[in-house]
C-alpha cells in the first residue's frame, strides 16, 4: 500500500511510520512542517527507498502523483505548551489541515484515519469516558484552538463519510508517552522525568489530585494498527484506563529515577481536566486490542531513552 502520514515525524507518527515500513510491501509518504516533529525521529527510515519525507504545512493544498490508498492525519502541535506557542497553526492543522486531507482522501479514493484526542471529552463530568460521550468543552477557552479543533476534525470526517461515501476510522488517543516525546514540551511524563534526573524541583500543578491515564507508545500504536486493519469504520478510544494522580505518577518517577527531588507546587492552568480515564471496552470487543505495558515498565525504557537524551 502507499500510505500517507501527515505528522510522520512526530512522536506517535514516528513510531506508527517504523511499524509500517516493518510490515514489508508498503511505501511511506511523510508529510510535517518540522513544527513539533524532526527529522531526527525518522533518521533510520530515511534510507529506505520505500520511504519519502514531504517538508509540508497540511494547512497548505495537499497534491500527490502517486496514487495513495491510506491517508493517516496525525499532524498537529499535540501538548498544551506547543499549542500555547502556536495557536493559530493548531486550529488550522486540525480544520484546515484535515480538510485538506480529506480531500486527497476522496481524490484518491483511499481510507481515511484521523487521529483525534480524548481532549474532546474536555473536563468531562463523567468517568471513564466512553466514546458516547459528547464532552464538557469551553469553546473559545485557552484550549480551545487545540480541542476545538480536534472536535471539528471529527466533524469533518463523519461528514466527509457520509457525504463522500469515504471510509473513515477516527481514533481518540489518551495520554500517550515514550520514546521520542520532546523533552522540553511541557508533558508531563517527560516533565517529571527531566526534573526528576537532574534532581531539580518537581512541579506539580494544582494539588496533583487531578488524573490523567498513562499509555506506553507500543500500546498506542498497537491500537492504531489494531483499527486500522479492521473492517470497523468508526470512532475508538486508545489508552490505558489505568487511572492515577498527577501526585501518583511522581512518586513512580521519583522511585525509578532514584532521585532526591521536592515537589514544589504552581496553580493550576485554566481549563485543565480533573480526571481522564478512557473506557476501551468497544477497542477491546471489537479490536481483540488492550494494552499490555505497565506503567513501570514503560517508564524505565522512557527514562532510559530520555537519560541518553540528556547526556548528549
Ligand atoms: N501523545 C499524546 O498523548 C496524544 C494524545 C492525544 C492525541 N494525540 C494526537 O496524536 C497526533 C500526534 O501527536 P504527538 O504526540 O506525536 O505529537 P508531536 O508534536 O510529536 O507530533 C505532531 C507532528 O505534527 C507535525 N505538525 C504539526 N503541525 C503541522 C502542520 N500544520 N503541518 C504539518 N505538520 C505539522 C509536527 O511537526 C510533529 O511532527 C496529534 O494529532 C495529537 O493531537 C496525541
Keep these: 500500500m502507499n500510505i500517507l502520514i501527515t505528522g510522520g515525524s512526530g512522536f506517535i507518527g514516528s513510531h506508527l511510520s517504523e511499524k509500517l515500513l516493518n510490515e514489508g510491501n508498503n511505501k511511506l509518504f511523510l508529510i510535517d512542517n518540522l513544527l ?4 531526527k525521529n525518522i533518521e533510520h527510515l530515511l534510507d529506505s527507498e520505500k520511504v519519502l519525507f514531504i517538508e509540508h504545512d497540511v494547512q497548505d493544498h495537499i497534491e500527490i502523483e502517486e496514487k495513495i490508498d491510506y491517508v493517516f492525519h496525525f ?8 499549542y500555547t506557542e502556536h495557536p493559530v497553526n493548531t486550529l488550522k492543522a486540525g480544520s484546515v489541515g484535515t480538510i485538506n486531507t480529506l480531500g486527497l482522501a476522496k481524490k484518491h479514493g483511499a481510507e ?8 474532546v471529552y474536555g473536563d468531562p463530568l463523567v468517568t471513564p469516558q466512553t466514546e458516547e460521550y459528547w ?6 477557552g485557552e484550549r480551545s484552538m487545540y480541542d476545538e479543533a480536534k472536535r471539528f476534525a471529527e466533524a469533518a470526517t463523519a ?28 508533558r508531563v511524563v517527560t516533565n517529571l522525568i527531566v526534573q526528576a534526573l537532574n534532581n ?21 500504536v498497537a491500537g492504531i494498527l489494531a483499527l486500522m486493519k479492521s473492517d470497523k469504520y468508526d470512532v475508538f478510544n486508545i489508552g490505558n484506563p489505568n487511572e492515577m494522580s498527577i501526585k501518583e505518577l511522581s512518586s513512580v ?25 478512557p473506557d476501551i471496552t468497544k477497542a477491546k470487543e471489537n479490536l481483540n486490542w488492550e494494552p499490555k505495558v505497565d506503567l513501570e515498565t514503560g517508564l524505565t525504557f522512557t527514562i532510559e531513552w ?3 537524551e540528556l547526556a548528549k
Design 135 to 140: 464532552g464538557n468543552v469551553n469553546p473559545n
Design 200 to 220: 531539580e524541583d518537581i512541579t506539580i500543578y494544582g494539588d496533583g489530585s487531578q488524573t490523567r491515564s498513562f499509555s506506553y507508545v507500543e500500546d498506542t
Design 306 to 308: 530520555i537519560k541518553k
Design 253 to 277: 518517577i521519583l522511585k525509578l529515577t532514584d532521585s532526591k527531588s521536592n515537589l514544589v507546587y504552581k496553580d493550576l492552568p485554566n481549563d485543565d481536566p480533573k480526571q481522564r480515564r
Design 112 to 119: 481515511y484515519f484521523l487521529a483525534s484526542t480524548s481532549e
Design 159 to 186: 461528514t466527509y463519510a457520509r457525504t463522500y461515501d469515504i471510509k473513515t476510522k477516527i481514533v481518540r488517543i489518551f495520554n500517550t508517552y515514550g520514546p521520542r516525546m520532546q523533552l522540553n514540551d511541557g
Design 36 to 39: 513539533t516533529g524532526s527529522t
Design 75 to 82: 499532524a498537529s502541535a499535540a501538548s498544551p505548551v506547543a
